[in-house]
DNA sequence: AAAGCGGGGAG
DNA sequence: CTCCCAGCTTT
């Protein structure tokens, strides 16, 4: 086979050395959206059981239009960044007031879907569609950084625009081909780390490679440390149910149900009142959280107590069995498991 | 342009 | 530990 080009080596590769997964099983638009939904910054092995659950309960645009976010959110639960489960279910409920149902075709229409950028929209329409559309996503980047040896940093918007031109500059054959090849050649041999340029398709092309240099590539900015919060973490138990809130609609974990956050300063007023549980550390992209739990019973003397130090009404105690149906972050979890024996 | 937003895997 | 991952929205 004689080396042509960019573009078709990297499809010829893909086509001989892809993986199987769930969605490339499909050319349903819908399926594809969820599964590139799934997928921003979240790895593959962890998105195919998510990806095979949500695909079985909501089969359809309609079916997921007609759930409660509740539900679409407890399907979600442990995956993270849950603002994706609510603006998928916004907008299939935008698709069916508004388009009939049918998956819009344009970049403009798609566009407007809430949770859809600019690499959604590329990746729908490219694969599902096989409209010559860019998908710049952190594989493509990587890759195009290192054939082109760019020195931008891959955080600014001016690199995207970059990175858009040069894919597709480089596009060759279907476009759902090309895309997708970009991306398994970015997860299989153009890692972060220890690249497999001795099997790569394109590494005859490759500026970095024959520079010698390609793990300098993509250029990154430094980011910040993450902060650690800590806060004491309030599990007021009534017989064998908790007190669960509801978390506001915006921030962190939005919607999500947990224990109440309470300031660092009131661990020691409440240890006094019940018994504390091992410290849990979770780590966000930005900040760290250390919570201490307090297991506190809601009776009696306690409550009086608790009344003076805190200004909650505790209203919805849940059995550990209602706890498993709820959206709960990972974080509240880890409590959880220590209770749950 | 920068900040906020999860959780897990790899090394 | 650190870095990264099929990013988007809001400010």
Known sequence: MFALSFGSDLNH?????QREMPWRKTKDPYKIWVSEVML??????????????????????????RAELEEVLALWKGLGYYRRAENLHKGVKKIVRELHGRFPTSLKEIAQIPGIGDYTAGAILSIAFNQPV????????RIMARQFA????????????????????????????????????????????SPKCSECPVQSTCKAYAQGNTEAYPVKARKEKPVEEVYTALVLKRGEAYYLEKR???????????????????????CALGQPLNPVRHVFTHKRWRLLPVVVEYTGKNEERLRAILNIEPVKFFAMDDIQRLPIGTAFLKIISQIDR
């Not at 593959?44 to 997921?64: G, K, M, Q, S």
């Not at 860019?134 to 980047?141: L, Q, T």
């Open 150 to 193: 760019i020195d931008e940093d891959i955080g600014s918007t001016k690199s995207k625009r970059l990175f858009e031109r040069l894919v597709l500059e480089h596009m060759e054959g279907e476009p759902s081909v090309y895309n997708q090849a970009l991306m398994e050649l970015g997860a299989l041999i153009c890692t972060p780390r």
């Open 40 to 65: 921003q910054q979240t790895q593959v092995d962890t998105v195919i059981p998510y990806y095979l659950r949500f695909c079985e309960r909501f089969p359809t645009i309609e079916a997921l239009a």
């Open 248 to 270: 506001p609609e915006n921030g962190l974990l939005a919607n999500l149900w947990g224990f109440p956050l309470l300031d660092e300063s009131l661990y020691e007023r409440l």
């Open 134 to 141: 860019a998908a710049v996503d952190g594989n493509v980047m």
């Open 13 to 17: 590769w893909f086509l001989q050395h």
